[in-house]
T-cell receptor, first 114, second 111 residues
Framework: SQKIEQNSEALNIQEGKTATLTCNYTNYSPAYLQWYRQDPGRGPVFLLLIRENEKEKRKERLKVTFDTTLKQSLFHITASQPADSATYLCALEYSGAGSYQLTFGKGTKLSVIP | NAGVTQTPKFRVLKTGQSMTLLCAQDMNHEYMYWYRQDPGMGLRLIHYSVGEGTTAKGEVPDGYNVSRLKKQNFLLGLESAAPSQTSVYFC??????????FGPGTRLTVL
């Protein structure tokens, strides 16, 4: 069965540093991978999508890489700020029977320390 | 635009009671989804819909039913609530197979 792992439940970093979160998957050949941010008591918010034929994607201070050989995606936040503190979820597309579903990882809780 | 809204925000049920959670979106999205989120389990798909009048089972459909009579609404029903259904429920919608837009969630406790 498909499996998604986010490398750690929690990550603490100093303000100004680059945060790197990892998402690994097995038994998948996803067409694309997404990253979401979730704040306590709120629904997830879409951040970035990267397709299987894209190596890297950027949006402001965010960068996502996608290595289909390693079956891994890395999510980077450069010049991190306390406001970046949240839980970050990766999600992989699973297509079956004409439908399109996302399977989510359990998330990594990022804390940026001033 | 309100985006995705969910009703109610909180609910406490007794075992065996029934209820319906309502999700509404004003973005004219075709796809709608119901998830539950539990500590240590992450988001899990309950049911989804790829268009008005269609529904399909997700990863954890048992004990739930859904209906999509109107494109903008997706209803999740619990016919006979059980304590194992205590969770936070999120509705989401998407235009295509890409970014999903989530509602604020419904926190349900079943005693």
């Amino acid at each position: 069965s498909q499996k998604i792992e986010q490398n750690s439940e929690a990550l603490n970093i100093q303000e100004g540093k680059t945060a790197t979160l990892t998402c690994n998957y097995t038994n998948y050949s996803p067409a694309y991978l997404q990253w979401y941010r979730q704040d306590p008591g709120r629904g997830p918010v879409f951040l970035l999508l990267i397709r299987e034929n894209e190596k890297e994607k950027r949006k402001e201070r965010l960068k996502v890489t996608f290595d289909t050989t390693l079956k891994q995606s890395l999510f980077h936040i450069t010049a991190s700020q306390p406001a970046d503190s949240a839980t970050y979820l990766c999600a992989l597309e699973y297509s079956g029977a004409g439908s399109y579903q996302l399977t989510f990882g359990k998330g990594t809780k990022l804390s940026v320390i001033p | 635009n309100a985006g995705v809204t969910q009703t109610p925000k909180f609910r406490v049920l007794k075992t065996g009671q029934s209820m319906t959670l309502l999700c509404a979106q004003d973005m004219n999205h075709e796809y709608m989804y119901w998830y539950r989120q539990d500590p240590g389990m992450g988001l899990r798909l309950i049911h989804y819909s790829v268009g008005e009048g269609t529904t399909a089972k997700g990863e954890v459909p048992d004990g739930y039913n859904v209906s999509r009579l109107k494109k903008q609404n997706f209803l999740l029903g619990l016919e006979s609530a059980a304590p194992s259904q205590t969770s936070v429920y999120f509705c989401a919608s998407s235009y295509s197979t890409e970014a999903q837009f989530f509602g604020p969630g419904t926190r349900l406790t079943v005693l």
